[in-house]
């Protein structure tokens, strides 16, 4: 059978290989020397959201003129990047959502696309 030989990190020389345990994320390897080497993956899936908002003022008026918000998130139903676009315009009257979503080349296609007039029952 060969020699399995590491080079330990603290002696800097190379040392034969006694027993290597294997765990669950890794390893640990116990050389001729008597110092251990531990070897640890770990993995995690993280997600990450953005969000952006705006309000169009003017002075003297309680409501904006204009509001919105973007962001991007993942769809619930394909599970895919998706970016919402929600905007209320109150000079042209009207509440605009558009929805594009990520295909397989990693191009934007435009899945749903609503306006409607948007009623502001007060002066602005």
Same mark, same amino acid.
């Given at each position: 059978?060969?020699?399995?030989?590491?080079?330990?990190?603290?002696?800097?020389?190379?040392?034969?290989?006694?027993?290597?345990?294997?765990? =669950?994320?890794? #390893?640990?390897? %116990?050389? *001729?020397?008597?110092?251990?080497?531990?070897?640890? $993956?770990?993995?995690? +899936?993280?997600?990450?959201?953005?969000?952006?908002?705006?309000?169009?003022?003017?002075?003297?008026?309680?409501?904006?003129?204009? =509001?919105?918000? #973007?962001?991007? %998130?993942? *769809?619930?139903?394909?599970?895919?990047?998706?970016? $919402?676009?929600?905007? +209320?315009?109150?000079?042209?009257?009207?509440?605009?959502?558009?929805?594009?979503?990520?295909?397989?080349?990693?191009?934007?296609?435009?899945?749903? #696309?609503?306006?409607?007039?948007?009623?502001?029952?007060?002066?602005?």
């Amino acid at each position: 059978m060969q020699d399995y030989r590491m080079l330990c990190p603290t002696c800097k020389e190379e040392k034969d290989i006694l027993v290597i345990e294997r765990f =669950e994320d890794g #390893e640990t390897i %116990k050389l *001729s020397c008597g110092h251990r080497l531990h070897n640890v $993956e770990k993995t995690e +899936v993280i997600g990450l959201r953005d969000q952006a908002g705006w309000k169009h003022r003017r002075p003297g008026y309680k409501k904006p003129i204009e =509001e919105g918000k #973007e962001r991007t %998130k993942i *769809s619930g139903e394909t599970k895919r990047p998706t970016q $919402e676009a929600i905007r +209320v315009d109150r000079i042209g009257k009207k509440f605009v959502h558009i929805v594009r979503e990520q295909n397989e080349c990693g191009e934007w296609e435009i899945v749903h #696309e609503h306006e409607d007039p948007f009623p502001d029952n007060s002066t602005t």
